[in-house]
Structures are given as structure tokens and as C-alpha cells.
């Protein structure tokens, strides 16, 4: 069987015919495409669609026919995956050192994020309760659950690991009077925020998280822990239990996955978030045995592929019209990264979980809050 054969028929499987005439079905510009899928996995697919080689109309639907139904998992293991499953297994990816080339890979891409987010440039899921119409009102109704989540009152001290550009400690600081503390490792970030948040109580540290040194109320880090690393999820937790006082919540949101894994898909890797990776509940709960007790966990998972939709739509009508090769490609890349990432929330195989997570619990009793 040819690999042409063999792939098309796994995506007939699913509902999805090459060079069809639904939305979700791909149309190949380039024969070479399924060689070169075959060859590289994950990687030739994203690069394939970064130089043209194929279309699609509707990728978020076309990933989560191929995801759901696990086909990438019958594809051959590629060089790429055995190196990258190696590079984790004998190396910390998400050391002090490496933190910085986080920083400079993947926060290098600001302009692309300003037009692709919010206007409060919230890089993280939002949420969209009954009668949010758009991206703004969610994010805004996720970041007031958020600040409810935790219980956050007027002089309150938080702590924001992997702050970003600031959107939660902007809205804490205005809408709930919070004396707010962020780091980050990426100085575009910080130089961002402390012009935007200049009159409010609102700080930026250039620093990992493992060399924040103060004492808090309360804790909050959203699309953070996915840079972690599976080597320091206890380091984190202990930093966060160092931090913060004793009847101090902490709410934890992170994209999760229903297995334990030490690496993310390769393409993601590459290009987006290098040396990032998905907890699995296991993990979490190991990580924090002594530390922190939870008393509240929300799935928003299906919330995350309405708003990469929609920050599609915005980059989409946002980003200058590409006029070199290079231009071209690096379109074609953001619109790739975010489609395919709305696609594998919409086959529901990862999750967005919110810990509230407690010292010692809630003696009175802790209100969940949505």
C-alpha cells in the first residue's frame, strides 16, 4: 500500500476525503505532501501547510476529526519524536537556563499575540458563560471568576507566575483593589505591562518563578504550567507554598492532558512552545502531597476552542496582508498553531483545568464560584 493510500484511508475513516467538498476536507496543492507526512509525522504535516503544499478551510474541524480519532498515534514514530521523547527523558528541558530560551523563542511573537488576543491581551482560555457574545467579554468574565475564585479583597497581595502581559493583575488592581505582583521571563512582556498598568498597583519581575522571593496573600498563574516541565512540578509547588500564607488560595489553570506524558506533539514543540508539556491529573496530584490541598477543580476545556476561534478571526482581520516568502509562512504558522489547537479542544482529548488549591483547606467551608 502506498502512503498515500494508507493515509487517505485513515482520514476516510474519520469523515474526511482528500480534496472533498466539505469545509473540514484537505486540498492537496503538492504531491509530495504525503511523503513527507509519512517521513516527519506531525512536523511535515505543519510544515507542509506552512509552505502551501495543502489547504483547508476548516482546519479546527479537520483536527478534531484526526485527533479524536487518534489517528496521528497509527503514523509512524518518527527521528524527531524518538529525539524529543529522549531530550526529556535525560535532560531538564525547563531548567533556569533553558527558561530564558523560552523567553526568546516563543514571547518573541508579541505582535502576533496583540493581534490575535484580547484587548486586555489574555494569553490564556477564556470563559464563555450564557451571554458572552465575543473574546473581550470572556476573558473578562474568566478573569472576575478567577479573582472570585480566590476570594480577593481590596490591599490583598497576589502573586501572578507567568503574568504575560499583564491582564489579570490590570484587572485585579482595577475592578478589586489587589496590590498585584508578576513574573515573567520575557522583558517585551514586562516593559508591555508596566507602561499599560503604570497608575495601578501593579508590579512586573523579569525572573523565573523559582527566584521570587516574598511572602503573599494569595496565589494565581494561569497558562503557565505548561512550560514547567514534568522535573520541576514539585519545585513549583513548593515555590507557591513558600510564597504564600497560610489561609492564602491559590488557583492554578492550566491545559491538561488525560495522560501522564513527558513531551508535547513535536510541530508545538518547534515551533510554538518549546520544551512545554501537559500535566495529567496524576502528576498534579503527586506534585503537591503535603503542600496544598484541593478544594475545587473546574474543567473549562470546551471553552478554549471558541476562543482560539475567535483569536483566529481576530488575527485574521488584524494582520497585515504578507508581501515576502518569510511573511507568508509565518501566517500561515500563527493561523496553523491556533486552529489546530481549537481542534484538539473540540475532540475533548485535552482539557483547561482551575485548581483552587488550599494550605490546609477552607475551615469555614469554601464557596465554589463560576
Known sequence: MTQEAFITGLLADVGITV??????????KNPDVWSRLYAHGSVGLGEA????????????????RVIGAGIQDRLRITPNLIWQHL???????????????????????????????????????????????????????????????????????VWDIGCGWGAFMGFAAEKYGAD???????????????????????EFQVKDYREFDEKVDHIVSMGMFEHVGYKNYRTYFETARRAIKDDGLFMLHTIGSPDSTTTID??????????GVLPSLTQIGKAIEDLFVVIDLHN???????????????FQANWPAPKTDDEHRFKRMWEYYLLC?????????????????????????????R
Request: hydrophobic share 35%; aromatic share 12%; charged share 20%.
Open 266 to 275: 513535536p510541530w508545538i514543540e518547534k515551533y510554538i512552545f518549546p520544551g
Open 19 to 28: 480534496n472533498g467538498s466539505n469545509p473540514w476536507d484537505p486540498q492537496m
Open 341 to 369: 489547537c481549537a481542534g484538539g479542544f473540540r475532540s475533548r482529548i485535552i482539557q483547561v483545568w482551575q485548581f483552587v488549591l488550599s494550605t490546609r483547606g477552607v475551615p469555614e467551608g469554601y464557596v465554589t464560584q
Open 87 to 157: 531530550q526529556a527523558r535525560l535532560l531538564n528541558m525547563q531548567n533556569l537556563g533553558r527558561s530564558k530560551r523560552v523567553a526568546q523563542m516563543h514571547y518573541n511573537q508579541t505582535e502576533a499575540y496583540l493581534a490575535s488576543l484580547d484587548a486586555r491581551v489574555t494569553g490564556s482560555c477564556g470563559y464563555w458563560p450564557e451571554g458572552v457574545e465575543n473574546v473581550d467579554q470572556a476573558q473578562e468574565a474568566k478573569l472576575d471568576m478567577v479573582c472570585r475564585k480566590v476570594g480577593l479583597k481590596p490591599g490583598d497581595r
Open 300 to 314: 473549562i476545556g470546551p471553552h478554549y476552542d471558541k476562543t482560539l476561534v475567535a483569536w483566529n478571526e481576530n
Open 49 to 64: 501547510y506552512m509552505d502551501g503544499w495543502w489547504e483547508c478551510e476548516d482546519l479546527a474541524e479537520f483536527f478534531n
Open 180 to 202: 498585584c505582583v508578576g513574573v515573567t521571563v520575557s522583558p517585551d512582556q514586562a516593559a508591555y505591562g508596566r507602561e499599560r498598568y503604570k497608575d495601578l498597583s501593579v
